[in-house]
C-alpha cells in the first residue's frame, strides 16, 4: 500500500508538473507582449517536472502514514514543498534542462543562474506557496478518493479507519453507524 500511494504521487506529480509550466509559460509570454509556443520551452519541461514527481511521491509516502492533516501542517509542508520546487527549478533544473537542449554548458552563465534562480525562489513564495498549497489540497483529495476504508487481517478481521479531528476507539457498533450513513 505505502509504494503504491507513492505511484500516485509520483503520477499527479507528473501531471502537476505539465500543467504548471503551461500556466507559467502562457502567464509569461502573455506578460512579455505575445503568445510564441502554446507548449512552452522545453528545458522548461525537464527543470519542473522532476521536482514535482518526487515531491509528491514523497507526500503521498508521508501521508500515508501521518493520519492527521491540520492546515497548519499542510502550509507548513506547502512552504517547504515550494521553496525546493522552485529552488532546484530555478537553480540545477535550469541549468541541465539548458545543458540537455543546447548540448553543453558552454554558453550558460552557471553563476547568474544559480544566484538569480535562489533569489527568484525566495522572492516568489508569496505565489509559490498559495499554489503548492492548492496543489496538495488536490493530491489529498486524490489520495482520498482512491484510499480503502478498511483492511482485512490475517487472523480474519476487519479494521477500519474512521477520520475526524475526535480521539477515541470504538467497538463494533459503530459500524452500523458507518454503514447506515455511508453505504452505496
Keep these: 500500500m505505502k509504494s ?7 503520477i499527479f506529480g507528473a501531471g502537476a508538473g505539465i500543467v504548471t509550466v503551461l500556466l507559467f ?15 512552452g520551452e522545453q528545458w ?18 508521508t501521508f ?3 493520519k492527521e492533516l491540520f492546515a497548519k501542517k499542510i502550509w507548513f509542508i506547502s512552504l517547504a514543498c515550494a521553496l525546493l520546487i522552485a529552488l532546484y527549478s530555478g537553480t540545477a533544473g535550469a541549468l541541465l534542462g539548458e545543458a ?7 554558453t550558460l552563465n552557471v553563476a547568474g543562474t544559480l544566484g538569480w534562480g535562489t533569489a527568484y525562489a525566495v ?3 508569496p505565489v509559490t506557496v498559495p ?14 478518493k482512491g484510499c480503502r476504508m478498511g483492511e482485512f487481517m490475517d487472523y480474519g478481521t476487519m479494521e477500519i479507519e474512521k477520520f475526524f479531528s475526535g ?15 455511508f453505504a452505496d
Excluded at 25 to 39: D, E, K, P, T
Excluded at 44 to 61: H, N
Design 25 to 39: 509559460s502562457f502567464i509569461s509570454q502573455a506578460l512579455a507582449g505575445g503568445i510564441i509556443s502554446v507548449l
Design 4 to 10: 503504491y500511494l507513492g505511484i500516485k504521487g509520483m
Design 167 to 181: 480521539c477515541g476507539f470504538y467497538d463494533e457498533k459503530e459500524m452500523d453507524i458507518l454503514l447506515k450513513e
Design 131 to 144: 499554489y503548492a498549497r492548492l496543489l496538495i489540497g488536490l493530491f489529498i483529495k486524490f489520495l482520498k
Design 44 to 61: 522548461l519541461y525537464m527543470s519542473v517536472i522532476p521536482p514535482f514527481i518526487v515531491a509528491f511521491a514523497w507526500l503521498g509516502l
Design 64 to 66: 500515508r502514514r501521518n
Design 123 to 125: 522572492i516568489l513564495l
Design 100 to 106: 540537455i537542449s543546447r548540448g553543453g554548458f558552454e
